[in-house]
């Protein structure tokens, strides 16, 4: 039992930092939380029964982490002035720490901050229905709109080269160039060729970038599923939560991501990796409710590049777990050597199947842009 581990010396450290926070009352228990692979998650509730999010934040993956508290109260400023509806985005907020600050840094150097829990919230590890990812693309457009009129230079870019496909394959090819060339599995032989065949997919969207034709905008960063939390009770979208890569970057970025995730009728781990699909009928769900929130300001542009980034942020995560596990799973936590492996080949799997359904997506992203 997790709870249980809190009280041996070496996670004190946790419950230091827990209780560098301003919670209204003492706490009761710091427990680890969700399925994150890059920060340190935690249940802290108090005495009074009220929860809240303590964070370690890996300074590997954010180098500079008080920029993100930073973007974070300018983006929750932001949205508080806009979201007024009656069916608001419910955001977690900024518990501060005793001495005022938006964070905590400990005796060993690590970057705590506490966020409120969104109460009545589940996550869902994989969707069920068509329902679900309409759900998801509805939270995805609504925080897109949210956040169309903030200016790109008003936030901090908390983690350079983020999303940039191009860099990534890059860094695949000089962990494959250090690796041992004997003998590779046969999952890694497969990943190989996968990757190295599609060198020429790499700039798709970086070159539109740079070309002007798709322009920057403030994007979530990483809106997969597990980011997205539901009522318990009505199954509706409430939130999206782990803002910490709010910056500026392309939308594509986002809905490959969003989609990758919610139409992975496998999920992100599944037991083997030929088990990834892509589904379309919870594609054309999430790009449905996605586009009646965003149709307002989609460029041409914009659209014309929707099918590129479906098939190319699955292949990009892909390349990063690669990479990571031909580097010694030192990026993604693995709970076994061989995980970062299999994470990488489902997410092939999964290209695989986008790239073969392309023209059904071409035809589904037109009824959704033709429905708005
Ligand atoms: C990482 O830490 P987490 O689980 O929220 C990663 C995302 C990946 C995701 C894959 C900063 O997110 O880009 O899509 O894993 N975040 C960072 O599950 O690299
Ligand atoms: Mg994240």
Known sequence: MAGADMNIAPTTSVQHAAAAFALATPIRSVEPLGLGLINDTYLVIDTAGTQAVLQRINRRAFPKPERILENLRTLLAHIAARDTGTRTLQLPEIVQARDGQDWFIDADGSFWRTLTYITGSVTHERLTSAAQAGEVGYALGRFHALVQDLPTEHLHVTREG????????????????????????????????????????????????????????????????????????????????????VQPGLLHYDIGDCLRSACNTAGES?????????????????????????????????????????????????????????NGNVYFKVKWPEQNLLRAETQFRLTASIEAKLPAIRTLITDAIARA
Do not use: W
Request: hydrophobic share 45%; glycine share 4%; charged share 25%.
């Open 162 to 245: 983020f999303h940039q496909t191009p860099l990534y394959f890059a860094r695949f090819r000089e962990a494959l160039a250090r690796a041992p060339a004997h003998n590779p599995s046969p999952a890694l032989s497969f990943c190989f060729e996968f990757a190295n065949a599609r060198e020429s997919i790499v700039g798709a969207l970086e070159d539109a970038k740079r070309q002007g034709i798709l322009a920057l905008r403030i994007i979530h960063g990483d809106p997969k599923i597990d980011n997205v939390l539901f009522d318990g009770a009505s199954d509706k979208a409430i939130s999206l939560i782990d803002l910490d890569t």
């Open 270 to 326: 599944p037991g083997q990796a030929s088990d990834a699909q892509f589904d379309l009928d919870r594609c054309h769900a999430l790009m449905t409710r996605y586009v009646a929130e965003t149709r307002a300001f989609l460029t041409p542009s914009d659209i014309d590049y929707l099918p590129d980034a479906i098939r190319l942020i699955p292949f990009e995560l892909g390349l990063r777990f690669l990479a990571d596990h031909l």
